[in-house]
Structures are given as C-alpha cells and as structure tokens.
T-cell receptor
C-alpha cells in the first residue's frame, strides 16, 4: 500500500563520501520534492521536479543535487556530506503544485560520521 | 516571502482534554492551508486542509477554520486520545505554477492516559 517509498530508512555515511538517497512513487504524480528536516525544525524544501523540469531553491547548497530518470523515481545526491548535513530527508509527491496535498515517504535519516 | 508561525511547544495534555494549537501565516494572495501530522518514526501525513477563506477542514475529530481576517488556521480537537501523540505541522501553499509548501516549526503533542 505504500505510495511513496524511501530507501534506505537509515543511512550512515562518512564525512566527504558521496551518498545517494532514493525515492519511488506509485501515484504517477507529476511533482516530486526533497525536503531536509533537522531536529525540532520545519521541513525545508531543497528542490522539486515538475515532470522533468528541475526547480532548485535559491538557498540550497551546491553540495545537493537531484536526478529524476523517470516519473516514478527521484534521487538525492550529496556530493560531499558534512556533519551539518545530518538530518531526516523527506521525499514527497503531488499531482501538481499549488493547492493539492503532498504525499510523504517515511524519510531517510542520514548520519554523517 | 511566505511564512508560518506556530505556538511554542511541547504540549502535554491528559486524555479527553481539549486541544488548541495556534497557527498564523503570512502570504501574498490567497494560499491554501494545511495541517500535517507526523507520528513517531513515520513520514508526514495530511490531517486536514482548507483552500479558501472561512473553509473548515476536519478529519479524525480535528478541525481548523481558515480565518483570512486574522491570518490564522488554529487546530482544535474536543477530546484528545493517547493515539493523538505526534508532531503537528501547519503549512501553506500559495497559488502559482511553482508554489511550494511552507511549513511551521511543528509542535509536539503528548497525551497522558
């Protein structure tokens, strides 16, 4: 029944070692989002795809990249993780932007050692 | 820019107590308003939404009314249960092709038996 699936649930990576988080959806939604959520803070939008169109938030560090090879899958690449990148990463989808609700995955908790 | 302000937490209540969680917003135009809930170890789930002024969203005994005059969307429940223990996020989405969800910081609710 899971509609937005994130893998893995927990990821440990070394300082400076590239890491990729994955998200897949069975909803056939046009929009896929990546949020970063640090402890006791609001989820912060990193970027989103509307179909194949990539929309980067102005304050998202260059260290964060994303790929969407097809409708179902979206990846978050962190090229050189720092200790400050340790967080929960949330993937979400929606039919379109604006008033429609977003469906979230369970998140991937990233630890940087 | 858009912003959402939630009351400071955490909140601890006894079972069957009345709940109010305050939320105010700043946005241009006429945003849609949402409450999301995050249960321990889970992703965010939409609890309720309202898309225009004076709309009331409701779900699982929770209610919130879109008040344009006070730019508020307070969440209420008449009788909380232990199973309502979670983190609650207020969010808005402005209209427009590339609009996005903007979240408040969230508030942790703990309900004692």
């Amino acid at each position: 029944d899971a509609m937005v699936i994130q893998n893995p649930r927990y990821q440990v990576t070394q300082f400076g070692k590239p890491v990729t988080l994955s998200c897949s959806q069975t909803l056939n939604h046009n929009v896929m989002y990546w949020y970063q959520q640090k402890s006791s803070q609001a989820p912060k939008l990193l970027f989103h795809y509307y179909d194949k169109d990539f929309n980067n938030e102005a304050d998202t560090p260059d260290n964060f990249q994303s790929r969407r090879p097809n409708t179902s899958f979206c990846f978050l690449d962190i090229r050189s993780p720092g200790l400050g990148d340790a967080a929960m990463y949330l993937c979400a989808t929606s039919w379109r932007t604006g008033t429609t609700e977003a469906f979230f995955g369970q998140g991937t908790r990233l630890t940087v050692v | 820019g858009d912003s959402v302000t939630q009351m400071e937490g955490p909140v601890t209540l006894s079972e069957e107590a009345f709940l109010t969680i305050n939320c105010t917003y700043t946005a241009t135009g006429y945003p849609s308003l949402f409450w999301y809930v995050q249960y321990p170890g889970e992703g965010l789930q939409l609890l309720l939404k309202a898309t225009k002024a004076d709309d009331k969203g409701s779900n699982k005994g929770f209610e919130a009314t879109y008040r344009k005059e006070t730019t508020s969307f307070h969440l209420e429940k008449g009788s909380v249960q232990v199973s309502d223990s979670a983190v609650y996020f207020c969010a808005l989405s402005s209209t427009g092709a590339n609009s996005k969800l903007t979240f408040g910081k969230g508030i942790t609710l703990s309900v004692r038996p």
